[in-house]
């Protein structure tokens, strides 16, 4: 079987400095905070690899460090130890922090697509929803406006938005702009897509079809996504293998069906019985 697509060795990020207390390699603390000086650990010592084609969830509840994990996945921040090792870029698995600056501007251009939570992040309101995936294509240096206008077109429309190509994203409902965010994500055929809590906030029959939506394009494309989610039943229908982050910190890993049937962790433990 081939290797990872991504591996994540051994990833903190702290905000502050430490000190001798939490820097030591056996610091275990209840919360994310250092109770010497203070430092907030967002994540820390976390690793997993991710392979071709798989949905890899990661799930931990608010503040657990899920979207500090996507931004250093998606290179809007350094970790402050440990590194991001991606495949698709050159041979074999090769550490981003080596990458120039034009490489990671490849990366996150053509091998990686993001999707927020907050479709703020991501799309000018302001703008079509056509335009808001042109954007990206601009980005990654087409020039075509003819062609992308055809290839943004045929996005939405996989995504259920015929006819929406022209509106102002701003005008559009939150499950279709999410569904915006997704056709962006994809457009120039990455390998990997981060969906960052993509279905949090919907109702219940636009998250069912947001989620399937979802799944018709990791049949179709057959490519990596690193799901974030709180949500079990998200999760349970998405991914096969999963970690549970508590205070930044891997608390446990296994496959979906393990977690939710037999979960080793206290904490899992918890998540799982009050999420039945
Ligand atoms: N600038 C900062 N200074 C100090 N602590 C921070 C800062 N930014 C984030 N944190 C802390 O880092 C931890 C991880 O934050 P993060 O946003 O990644 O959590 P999360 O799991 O995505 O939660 P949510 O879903 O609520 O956003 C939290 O405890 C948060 O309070």
């Not at 990596?224 to 349970?236: E, K, P, Q």
């Not at 393990?258 to 918890?270: C, G, V």
Request: with cysteine; hydrophobic share 45%; glycine share 10%.
């Amino acid at each position: 079987m081939a290797g990872p697509v991504i591996r994540a060795e051994r990833l903190s990020l702290r905000h502050g400095k430490g000190c001798a207390l939490c820097h030591a390699p056996d610091f275990v603390a209840e919360t994310n905070i250092c109770p010497q000086c203070g430092t907030v650990w967002a994540l820390r010592d976390v690793s997993f690899d991710v392979m071709p084609g798989e949905v890899f969830g990661i799930v931990g509840e608010s503040g657990a460090g899920k979207s500090t994990l996507i931004d250093i996945l998606d290179f809007a921040r350094d970790p402050s130890d440990g590194a991001i090792l991606y495949a698709p870029w050159k041979e074999g698995l090769v550490p981003v922090h080596d990458a120039t600056a034009q490489e990671r501007r490849y990366l996150r251009s053509f091998e990686i697509g993001v999707v927020h939570q907050n479709p703020r992040r991501n799309l000018m309101m302001g703008v079509s929803a056509g335009g808001n995936v042109v954007e990206r294509m601009l980005a990654a240096g087409n020039r075509h406006i003819g062609e992308m206008r055809g290839v943004a077109g045929d996005m939405l429309d996989h995504m259920e938005l015929a006819g929406r190509m022209d509106l102002k994203t701003g005008t559009l409902s939150m499950g279709m702009r999410q569904r915006v965010q997704i056709a962006r994500a994809l457009v120039n055929s990455p390998k990997v897509l981060l969906l960052d809590e993509p279905t949090t906030g919907l109702d219940l029959s636009v998250q069912a079809r947001t989620l399937d939506l979802i799944r018709q394009v990791h049949r179709r494309l057959g490519l990596a996504i690193i799901l974030v989610t709180h949500d079990w039943s998200v999760l349970r229908l998405m991914a096969r293998r999963a970690i549970v982050l508590k205070a930044g910190r891997v608390v446990e890993r296994g496959t979906v069906a393990q977690l939710m049937e037999d979960p080793q962790a206290p904490y899992t433990q918890l998540l799982v019985s009050s999420a039945l």
